[in-house]
């Protein structure tokens, strides 16, 4: 069964912190995405990777910033995080290539930035 | 800019009877178009999608969907709806960076009552 896990299901920082979020999938995908989840904007793109040591910015990459040394690890980092850093993280990977792959999907870790 | 649109927050149906999610689009070209759905407390699942050929999709759990291009829209189907399908679904399409990005739909809850 194909699987992506997510270090936390739920976080609670401080203003000004540094966050890290991680995922992991199992199922050896070349393309790993991190989301944020709001009411009423659905879900909007933060960064994604499509290889080791790459990456590309999505449609809100403002504040955050991501690692991927190992195929299977995808982190999204917090540099300094503030209250409308609080949302629901998902995290998703697929293969690559020609074609329409779905993406698979982490149980999200809803972060809290008091 | 090329979207998907809900123009549903929510559906109210009661168990047994036909259920439609509707989505229209906005995308160039022949897009590639998707359902999700999000049970409480869970990541996004895969439905169903459309890359080309019959206009009338079947995926997960009963559901179906069909791409109108006249219309631009791809609801989504379901003859006799259950309580357990009472969720969270998101429309999307993949855009055309060849990444397999999705942009998602704002989000329809549908409410099954018994």
């Known amino acids: 069964d194909v699987k992506v896990t997510q270090s936390s299901r739920y976080l609670v920082k401080r203003t000004g912190e540094k966050v890290f979020l991680e995922c992991v999938q199992d199922m050896d995908h070349e393309n790993m995405f991190w989301y944020r989840q709001d009411p009423g904007l659905g879900l909007r793109l933060i960064y994604f990777?499509?290889?080791?040591?790459?990456?590309e910015k999505g449609d809100i990459p403002e504040g955050y910033s991501v690692s991927r040394e190992k195929k299977e690890r995808f982190s999204l980092i917090l540099e300094s995080a503030s209250t409308n850093q609080t949302s629901m993280y998902l995290c998703?990977?697929?293969?690559?290539?020609?074609?329409?792959?779905?993406?698979?999907f982490g149980p999200g870790t809803r972060l809290t930035v008091t | 800019a090329q979207s998907v649109a809900q123009p549903e927050d929510q559906v109210n149906v009661a168990e047994g009877n036909p259920l439609t999610v509707k989505c229209t689009y906005s995308?160039?070209?022949?897009?590639?178009l998707f359902w999700y759905v999000q049970y409480p407390n869970r990541g996004l699942q895969f439905l169903l999608k459309?890359?080309?050929?019959?206009?009338l999709v079947k995926g997960s759990y009963g559901f179906e969907a069909e791409f109108n291009k006249s219309q631009t829209s791809f609801h989504l189907k379901k003859p006799s709806a259950l309580v357990s399908d009472s969720a969270l679904y998101f429309c999307a399409f993949e855009g055309t960076t060849g990444f397999q990005k999705l942009v998602f739909g704002t989000g329809t809850r549908l409410l099954v009552s018994p």
């Open positions: 990777s499509y290889d080791v040591k790459m990456k």
């Open positions: 459309y890359i080309t050929g019959d206009n």
């Open positions: 995308v160039s070209g022949n897009p590639y």
């Open positions: 998703a990977s697929s293969l690559v290539g020609q074609g329409a792959y779905e993406q698979y």
